[in-house]
């Protein structure tokens, strides 16, 4: 009998860089009294480990719940981001899944819902925005493909979309779903506040 491989399903959750437009650090918002990057983590689900590309970790996010690296030299880029984020990963096996999140959505749980409930295309599947246009970081992706196109990319500094236009996605309509926060209007309107208090990082 052929045994199938098993999948394993790992995720990478992208911190806000240098959140230049935000004028703070993005990852740490609170949305419903819970940052950003904490919502990203919880919806990961039971995907282990959940590699968060950050700095440091807000209070609410458990460290011992996730798997802390960062790009080398540091504000590298989402794509720098990307390749820490697989190295951190247990050495690949056929069947490998990855879960890619930028921190900043505003419905991480209903983006995650969404690519779980929509079939794995030959190299992943992400959602779509309501202009069409794919949001490669609200996506999943089949391991090998993702690393095969970071494999000859200068990293630092690089476009997510040069960088993964090869790969062959399924893209699912998903209108407002990926909607991220990267200025303050946009966070007001979504209804995140930034910390009360001065927050004691991890």
Not at 53 to 81: N, S
Not at 149 to 167: F, K, M, P, Q, S
């Amino acid at each position: 009998m052929v045994q199938l491989p098993v999948t394993r399903r790992f995720a990478i959750v992208l911190g806000g860089g240098r959140s230049s437009r935000m004028g703070r650090d993005k990852a740490a918002l609170l949305l419903g009294g819970r940052s950003l990057l904490a919502l990203a983590v919880d919806a990961c689900g039971a995907r282990d480990p959940v590699v968060v590309v950050v700095p440091a970790l807000p209070p609410d996010v458990d460290a011992g719940a996730v798997l802390r690296t960062l790009e080398d030299p540091p504000l590298g880029g989402p794509v720098a981001g990307i390749a820490a984020g697989l190295a951190a990963l247990p050495a690949p096996a056929d069947g490998d899944e990855v879960l890619l999140l930028a921190c900043d959505l505003a419905h991480p749980a209903a983006v995650v819902a969404a690519l779980d409930g929509a079939a794995l295309g030959p190299d992943g599947t992400c959602l779509a925005d309501a202009d069409g246009r794919p949001q490669l970081l609200s996506a999943r992706y089949r391991r090998h493909a993702l690393a095969e196109a970071l494999e000859h990319t200068e990293t630092r500094d690089a476009g997510v979309y040069r960088t993964l236009a090869g790969l062959r996605l399924t893209c699912v309509p998903a209108p407002g779903l990926t909607d991220d926060l990267d200025t303050p209007e946009q966070a007001a309107a979504a209804g995140a506040q930034p910390p009360q208090r001065p927050q004691t990082f991890r």
